[in-house]
């Protein structure tokens, strides 16, 4: 494919995308909680951010150190509570939009998540172009992904969502480029130490997945775990965490109390009773094992990308296959992505378990696998054709029909119209 006809498209994909992403902005809020469901959004997080921008623009920042509160409905409301568990940036950042564009209005603030996923878009196509070296396997995977509900209900999330996906992406480039450029330039490594920062105080799951790519990128260039890329990032990581637990130690006010709720906050989150709520309620007293957790990953994937989970495992188990006779260090890049995907479901089987939209962590080795296995595939298809090889016709057609249906069944009805252009009306 030529680069000019890829641009062409890539930005017929942009427009598309974008229509439907800002349609939903404008007309699927978080009162209408069957759009933003836990498949096609987070309401409950929306709302909780909507409630920390609106203290932040009544009041401020500085009277609960900045930390964000939860059920506050407005001036006068004495119910809310400030809370402590989990990082706070996302709310931060919804508190400086609120004061930027001076109104708390939920669709008018969607606006800056909206112009962080706009850059998101470009960079899932660029990185995949660094990794791949090659723009039309990366306008496919980039394609796939952008055009998906891994992208397309998420990117105008107020909470941590794009924010978490964009950085992690970001990571995977630079230490990429660190390792791939002509001098290890420790410019990169400064890149990785303030992405980490931020991650950590956006999100608790971005860390373990960050971790693992350290690790693995140091072991597969340099043979030793030890080193810059594993070593710096991860002071960074404690330095951020640190400065959330001084938030905390200020509000509380003693480094006591901060650890006692924190670690408590920890052992509800892994032992199932998450909330008073909906988790507990539904899961909490549900026995699950790892073996669960894996019917659910793939199960959950058609919802989420255009090539279900099914399919991605068995053109992952193909495509890998290849990687490692024709590519082999593309194939342990790709090996660390998916180590690095599965790494929160271990670290956190419970929220894993519990939600659908952890199946966004997998983005990053779908993309790959799809960009670098589908051109392969589509030239199998076709000598199978030419050669009027009928067995193989047979397959291969039966194979291309369960994906085709679920993404038509899961994304074009389920996203584009359903839960987008057509929402409350179907």
Request: aromatic share 20%; with cysteine.
């Amino acid at each position: 494919m030529q680069e000019s006809s890829i641009t062409k498209y890539r930005w017929f994909i942009f427009a598309f995308c974008f229509a439907l992403i800002m349609w939903r902005a404008f007309t699927v809020t978080t009162a209408n909680g069957n759009g933003r469901d836990n498949v096609f959004g987070d309401s409950y997080s929306d709302k909780n951010v909507l409630s920390a921008a609106r203290y932040y623009y009544d009041y401020g920042f500085n009277g609960t150190y900045w930390l964000p509160t939860q059920q506050y409905e407005g001036k006068g409301d004495t119910s809310f509570n400030v809370y402590t568990h989990y990082p706070p940036l996302p709310d931060i950042l919804a508190g400086i939009y609120g004061k930027v564009l001076n109104t708390t209005s939920e669709p008018v603030l969607r606006i800056f998540p909206i112009l962080w996923a706009m850059v998101f878009f470009f960079v899932i196509y660029r990185v995949l172009e660094v990794i791949l070296k090659d723009k039309t396997q990366a306008f496919i995977g980039g394609s796939i992904l952008v055009l998906s509900n891994y992208f397309i209900t998420w990117a105008d999330n107020l909470h941590k969502h794009t924010l978490e996906e964009l950085l992690k992406w970001l990571y995977v480039y630079c230490i990429y480029k660190y390792f791939n450029n002509d001098e290890r330039e420790n410019k990169w490594i400064a890149w990785m130490c303030i992405i980490f920062l931020l991650a950590i105080n956006v999100s608790f799951e971005p860390p373990t997945y960050l971790a693992v790519v350290s690790i693995g990128f140091s072991l597969l260039y340099s043979r030793k775990l030890f080193t810059k890329v594993t070593v710096l990032p991860g002071i960074a990581a404690v330095t951020g965490f640190m400065l959330h637990m001084w938030q905390n130690a200020a509000y509380w006010g003693s480094w006591a109390v901060a650890y006692e709720d924190m670690m408590a906050a920890f052992k509800l989150r892994t032992t199932g009773e998450e909330t008073a709520g909906f988790t507990v309620s539904e899961i909490g007293n549900k026995d699950f094992s790892i073996f669960d957790i894996a019917f659910e990953w793939f199960n959950r994937m058609e919802r989420f990308y255009l090539v279900p989970g099914w399919a991605i495992l068995l053109l992952a188990a193909w495509g890998m296959w290849h990687m490692y006779k024709h590519q082999r260090q593309l194939f342990f890049i790709a090996l660390i992505l998916l180590l690095a995907s599965l790494s929160w479901s271990f670290a956190m089987s419970h929220h894993a378990y519990v939600h659908m939209f952890t199946s966004r962590q997998w983005g990053i080795w779908i993309g790959l696998i799809c960009a670098y296995t589908l051109p392969i595939y589509y030239s199998e298809v076709k000598k199978a054709f030419a050669g009027k090889q009928y067995p193989q016709i047979a397959v291969h057609s039966l194979f291309i029909l369960y994906i085709a249906a679920m993404a038509v069944s899961q994304q074009v009805y389920g996203l584009y119209l359903k839960n987008g252009f057509a929402f409350g009306y179907l």
